[in-house]
């Protein structure tokens, strides 16, 4: 009996199947009966291990292979039928070829182990901003992480039925060996083929794969966008509630931000999560862009994460959540670098004792996760479930910058936002394999995730202002700015709520600025900073720029741009050049 009434979704898993040849088939329901069972299984196996349940009640710890930690961006290929339309931000893969190549380490690899079918949907399941996909896995941790990420089972099934549309995701853990390991994307054909890895971002295809490489190629064909944004809500006290995207590379404080607690001076003011890490955004009947956010957990960088932090965050993972590659203390809670628990790691992230006379690193990987459920956020917003999304009026660019960049600008209108955004560098961070702490240039955070060419990227963002006249104000911020002893000069966290106010006032004409050659900057009166510790050259210094580090700026931002050559929008080159002209007048 078919367990679809889809052909197309029918045949592909016939296909599939004959392909891995697996023990048997299970179709996900999506219940909690399914992800319990499946959470005994893995018990059972060690693939997951019970935490403390008093303390940490449903909570589980994964540890995957040592070798598999992190996004492989060397190993993620955009495969579309011509080179040029990947683009030089992508590694390249004739489809043809790439099939092959995958087909072949899929061909048995899942003999002897359960294949799963998930069908998944991005987004609220009555939402016309939504997209539905399949994802085919041998991984029951993957399985039940898809259960906390997305709305994962039958409703997502009848949508697919309802349709007909839907992005198909072939995952296998295989070998878990890094030289057979591959994550590749097929736009044109809406699919994705993911071997070798356990990895989140490599094996939940809903999530990177599905939600921003594929996504980005739908969004533009269709006329929206697909990005690497949080989406916040910020209320005043007088109960008015306006929301803000804001698009930072991992592990530079996109969660933080969407879940920020506002400082004491700020009582009344509130914020809720919509989204953490993705947002999808279309143009609405006023002219407005509306957000939703595709994901329904949080699958967050867990070190640092502490009451001080990100009180949000930290309440969110009590319950509930699937921790990998934490260390654990001598109670069995889970533990993490920049906790502040007080308590003492006894065995580190790869299951090693952790003793005085071992030197074996941090008892938490720099890149460990947790997956947890958004509507354990304290300040989760039930928006995030609203079939039209959310009104954006401001979107966020920032990186981690020790120089240069100033606390906030603004754009000076679109065309220079979207300039601001295409520039954006920032200093690596653990979330990705390679070196740390290297400047790249990293466009609106979709180095990783665009998944066509940048050139016709930036060209899609300028595009919007011929559908809309009521676009959203566009910032840049930088939180990390240091004085010459490496001490930050902003405080940060909840006094970020200062920075927000400001862009919001800005968008609507209530803030003054300064207009610089990058553009406008707050005077250090209409920046909010009443009852704030911060010397009046730290605010001088945050507040300003340096010109010839500037124009060394436009001048790199130009040969970075200019490398994806005739492609690149003429509107973005004579932006980049009037940024130039202005800096050097």
């Given at each position: 009996m078919s367990n679809t009434s889809n052909t197309a979704l029918e045949q592909w898993i016939k296909e599939v199947a004959e392909l891995t040849k697996p023990d048997r088939i299970v179709w996900c329901n999506g219940s909690q009966d399914e992800y319990?069972?499946?959470?005994?299984?893995?018990?059972?196996?060690?693939?997951?291990?019970?935490?403390?349940q008093d303390d940490y009640p449903n909570c589980y710890l994964h540890r995957s292979d040592p070798r598999d930690v992190a996004r492989v961006e060397g190993a993620t290929m955009i495969c579309t039928k011509t080179e040029i339309d990947a683009g030089p931000n992508n590694i390249w893969m004739e489809p043809t070829a790439a099939h092959e190549k995958i087909d072949a380490m899929f061909d048995g690899c899942m003999q002897g182990r359960t294949m799963y079918v998930v069908p998944y949907c991005m987004g609220p399941i009555a939402s016309p901003l939504s997209r539905c996909g399949v994802e085919v896995t041998d991984s029951p941790y993957v399985v039940a992480n898809m259960k906390i990420m997305t709305r994962m089972g039958q409703s997502a099934l009848n949508r697919i039925e309802k349709e007909g549309?839907?992005?198909?995701g072939l995952h296998s853990t295989?070998?878990?060996d890094p030289d057979r390991r591959f994550i590749m994307h097929f736009p044109e054909e809406l699919s994705i083929k993911s071997y070798g890895s356990?990895?989140?971002?490599?094996?939940?295809l809903g999530k990177k794969c599905h939600a921003l490489r594929i996504a980005s190629y739908q969004a533009r064909s269709e006329g929206w966008l697909a990005e690497h944004m949080l989406i916040l809500g910020l209320t005043n006290p007088e109960g008015v509630t306006?929301?803000?995207?804001?698009?930072?590379?991992?592990?530079?404080?996109?969660?933080?931000?969407?879940?920020?607690?506002?400082?004491?001076?700020?009582?009344?003011?509130?914020?809720?999560?919509?989204?953490?890490?993705?947002?999808?955004?279309?143009p609405g009947k006023d002219g407005k862009l509306y957000a939703i956010n595709p994901e329904a957990g949080f699958f967050g960088v867990v070190p640092g994460t502490s009451p001080k932090t990100?009180?949000?965050?930290?309440?969110?993972?009590?319950?509930?959540?699937?921790?990998?590659?934490?260390?654990?203390?001598?109670?069995?809670?889970?533990?993490?670098?920049?906790?502040?628990?007080?308590?003492?790691?006894?065995?580190?992230?790869?299951?090693?004792?952790?003793?005085?006379?071992?030197?074996?690193?941090?008892?938490?990987?720099?890149?460990?996760?947790?997956?947890a459920h958004a509507t354990y956020n304290p300040v989760y917003s039930p928006?995030?479930?609203?079939?039209?999304?959310?009104?954006?009026?401001?979107?966020?660019?920032?990186?981690?910058?020790?120089?240069?960049?100033?606390?906030?600008?603004?754009?000076?209108?679109?065309?220079?936002?979207?300039?601001?955004?295409?520039?954006?560098?920032?200093?690596?961070?653990?979330?990705?394999?390679?070196?740390?702490?290297?400047?790249?240039?990293?466009?609106?955070?979709?180095?990783?995730?665009?998944?066509?060419?940048?050139?016709?990227?930036?060209?899609?963002?300028?595009?919007?202002?011929?559908?809309?006249?009521?676009?959203p104000g566009v910032f840049h911020v930088n939180w990390f700015r240091r004085d010459e002893d490496g001490r930050f000069l902003w405080p940060g966290f909840g006094e970020n709520l200062r920075v927000l106010r400001w862009a919001l006032d800005r968008?609507?004409?209530?803030?003054?600025?300064?207009?610089?050659?990058?553009?406008?900057?707050?005077?250090?009166?209409?920046?909010?900073?009443?009852?704030?510790?911060?010397?009046?050259?730290?605010?001088?210094?945050?507040?300003?720029?340096?010109?010839?580090?500037?124009?060394?700026?436009?001048?790199?931002?130009?040969?970075?741009?200019?490398?994806?050559?005739?492609?690149?929008?003429?509107?973005?080159?004579d932006e980049y050049k009037k940024v130039q002209a202005a800096l050097a007048a």
């Open positions: 319990q069972g499946l959470v005994d299984e893995m018990l059972a196996n060690g693939t997951l291990s019970k935490l403390n549309n839907f992005v198909k295989g070998e878990l356990g990895y989140g971002g490599n094996a939940l306006r929301y803000v995207a804001a698009a930072f590379p991992s592990a530079c404080g996109k969660t933080n931000l969407a879940m920020l607690v506002p400082p004491e001076s700020h009582k009344g003011w509130k914020v809720s999560t919509i989204g953490d890490d993705i947002a999808w955004l279309q990100n009180y949000n965050a930290y309440k969110s993972i009590e319950q509930d959540t699937i921790f990998t590659n934490v260390g654990v203390t001598a109670d069995n809670n889970p533990y993490w670098e920049g906790k502040e628990s007080g308590e003492t790691p006894v065995i580190n992230w790869k299951g090693e004792p952790m003793t005085s006379e071992t030197d074996n690193g941090p008892a938490a990987h720099p890149n460990s996760r947790f997956t928006e995030s479930e609203n079939p039209g999304g959310v009104p954006i009026d401001a979107i966020i660019f920032g990186g981690r910058r020790r120089e240069l960049a100033p606390l906030i600008y603004e754009a000076k209108d679109w065309a220079h936002g979207v300039l601001v955004g295409a520039g954006m560098a920032s200093e690596t961070t653990a979330a990705a394999t390679g070196q740390v702490g290297v400047v790249r240039r990293d466009p609106m955070a979709m180095k990783p995730f665009c998944g066509y060419n940048f050139a016709d990227y930036f060209g899609h963002w300028l595009s919007m202002s011929e559908k809309s006249d009521n676009l968008v609507d004409g209530k803030a003054d600025a300064v207009e610089t050659a990058i553009g406008y900057l707050p005077t250090a009166e209409s920046l909010d900073t009443n009852d704030l510790d911060i010397a009046a050259d730290d605010l001088e210094a945050i507040l300003s720029i340096d010109k010839n580090q500037w124009a060394a700026e436009m001048q790199a931002v130009g040969e970075y741009l200019e490398s994806y050559g005739e492609r690149l929008p003429a509107a973005l080159r």
